[in-house]
């Protein structure tokens, strides 16, 4: 069992910057690929961006490519959200999610477990 806690989330005008992080439980965390997407009311699940095992690869939506980051530190359990130039569509729940394949897939129903999701609002 893998639990997944989210933080950093908040209020922020747009043009802002905010970092997310998302702690992991376990001692497998590192043979994980992890993923964040996000929903806003009314609409489908997105994916956001997936980080390889290593950290070595990357991959991201769209809709924030250029803008956010994807990290990890594999030492601390955790991964990382920044995002950068906040637009008041990126309001939503950002939830990271872990593929214990270990695979950098986009679809949320190739994930295992997920976080309970931070709310992020960028007000215009």
């Known amino acids: 069992q893998v639990q997944l806690v989210e933080s950093g989330g908040g209020l922020v005008q747009a043009g802002g910057s905010l970092r997310l992080s998302c702690a992991a439980s376990?001692?497998?965390?590192?043979?994980?690929?992890m993923g964040w997407f996000r929903q806003a009311p009314g609409k489908e699940r997105e994916f956001v961006a997936v980080?390889?095992?290593?950290?070595?690869?990357?991959r991201y939506g769209d809709s924030v490519k250029g803008r956010f980051t994807i990290s990890r530190d594999n030492a601390r359990n955790t991964v990382f959200l920044q995002m950068n130039s906040l637009k008041p569509e990126d309001t939503a729940v950002y939830y990271c999610?872990?593929?214990?394949?270990?695979?950098?897939?986009?679809?949320?129903?190739?994930?295992?477990?997920w976080g309970q999701g931070t709310q992020v609002t960028v007000s215009s």
């Open positions: 999610a872990a593929d214990t394949w270990g695979r950098t897939r986009s679809l949320s129903n190739e994930y295992d477990y």
């Open positions: 376990g001692r497998t965390f590192s043979s994980y690929a």
């Open positions: 980080i390889s095992r290593s950290g070595g690869n990357t």
